[in-house]
């Protein structure tokens, strides 16, 4: 025996007779899981998307795991409950960052949770994306020249960018009196913000402007001050109980006019509560719950195996979950990495193309722009029957071409 042998045993005899476990001889490659966190609404009003979101991502950490993982490591996600709640996502990001040392974190899906919370991730110089919220100003929270470096990276289809849809296709359709009704927090007041600008740069005004809280079932009184006003499309942002809300409501009123949403009108709940009144609703979306592409249809069919549903509650949050992962992992594979700065610096440098189910992503971001989406990636989807289907066939003619990201997208 020789005497590294002999060390080795009187060591672990050593340690038995002190009743101390004796350690474990690992190899060398079973490193410590790299801990990413995980943060959403998961119980609440906001649950659908949350937990639709978490779903979409553990799916994708699964299968980088089951591939060998990153740099040799596991992916550990560590989920957190923010209650859509600013005070409690503030409190969330701290213990990520400080307890359980998380080199990036990925959720968000209410505007004012991650405007809350991001802060911390920027001080502590660790990578936040946000896969769902889309507030205008995230992503641009911590930019230039008041910042160095910017932490904050986003996969969803921003308020500017959907407002812009939005306007462009009531526009479109010949409308020229437009109402425009709007949710009272943070994303619903941004959104209705980002609308107006796009109608004022039209030299346009909306004939009404309506407000609603979280949880109002009756709009009458919005509705009527909008068919009073001669409104011909009405522009909502909201999530979708309320937008659903709306949409019934014209119905009690027998005031039929088109209603163009944000994108939370293809959310399960708008269409559990609008029924047939929510059919025509058109929305900007950047996933389509269809399967004529290969990507999609496989992780279609993994998310309805692996947690026993038929739909996604909120499938553009599971398809923009599942991405995120991708592309945080590409990013710590090529920094070669789990330092927060390196991963930020490959985020806006990444050389490989990465594979979504939204898109595939080629230089998604850069040190200017953080936004992974442009509009010429964005589609309007259609309530029709119980389900969000393509709303311009052509749109579904596309579907598995690879839409490259426009070169300025703010």
């Known amino acids: 025996m020789t005497v590294t042998k002999r060390a080795l045993v009187g060591a672990l005899l050593c340690a038995t007779a002190l009743g101390v476990a004796p350690f474990r001889i690992t190899p060398a490659f079973a490193a410590d899981a790299i801990k990413i966190g995980l943060t959403g609404p998961y119980t609440g009003g906001s649950s659908s998307m949350g937990v639709s979101m978490r779903d979409g991502a553990k799916l994708a950490a699964a299968e980088i795991n089951k591939n060998g993982g990153v740099l040799g490591r596991q992916i550990q996600l560590v989920e957190r409950d923010d209650e859509a709640k600013n005070e409690v996502g503030a409190q969330v990001a701290q213990e990520l960052i400080n307890k359980e040392k998380v080199v990036a974190t ?5 505007t004012g949770v991650a405007l809350a919370a991001q802060r911390f991730y920027q001080e502590a110089e660790i990578p936040v994306f946000n896969n769902v ?72 005004k909306a004939v009404a402007v309506e407000k609603f809280n979280i949880k109002d079932v009756d709009m009458t009184a919005q509705l009527l001050k909008a068919k009073e006003a001669g409104a011909e499309v009405i522009l909502a942002y909201g999530i ?13 009123l027998g005031w039929k006019v088109p209603m163009i949403a944000s ?47 038929t739909k996604i509650p909120t499938p553009v949050a599971g398809a923009q979950g599942y991405d995120s ?56 989807g259609k309530v029709q029957d119980g389900k969000i289907v393509y709303a311009n066939p052509e749109d579904a003619k596309n579907a598995g071409t690879v839409r490259v990201k426009e070169k300025s997208s703010n």
């Open 106 to 110: 990925v959720g968000f899906i209410n």
């Open 133 to 204: 919220a889309t507030g205008t100003i995230i992503t641009e929270q911590f930019k230039a020249p008041d910042y160095d470096n910017n932490y904050v990276f986003r996969n969803s289809a921003y308020d500017t960018l959907q407002a812009g849809m939005m306007v462009d296709e009531a526009l479109r359709e010949g409308h020229k009196k437009i109402a425009v009704l709007a949710d009272s927090t943070n994303y619903g007041q941004l959104g209705r913000e980002d609308i107006e600008k796009q109608l004022a740069a039209k030299k346009m």
């Open 240 to 252: 979708g109980p309320e937008l659903a809300q709306i949409t019934n409501g014209m119905a009690k």
């Open 263 to 309: 994108w939370p009108a293809s959310m399960q709940s708008f269409i559990d509560i609008a029924g047939t009144n929510g059919n025509g609703v058109i929305m900007p979306q950047t996933f389509i719950e269809d399967k004529t592409v290969q990507k999609r249809a496989a992780f279609l069919d993994d998310y309805y195996k692996t947690y026993g549903v």
């Open 325 to 380: 992962i991708y592309l945080i992992a590409a990013a710590i594979k090529q920094a070669g990495s789990t330092d927060g700065p390196k991963i930020r610096e490959a985020l806006e440098n990444l050389n490989t193309k990465v594979e979504g189910v939204v898109t595939t992503y080629d230089h998604p971001f850069t040190g200017k722009d953080h936004n992974a989406i442009s509009r010429n990636m964005v589609v309007f």
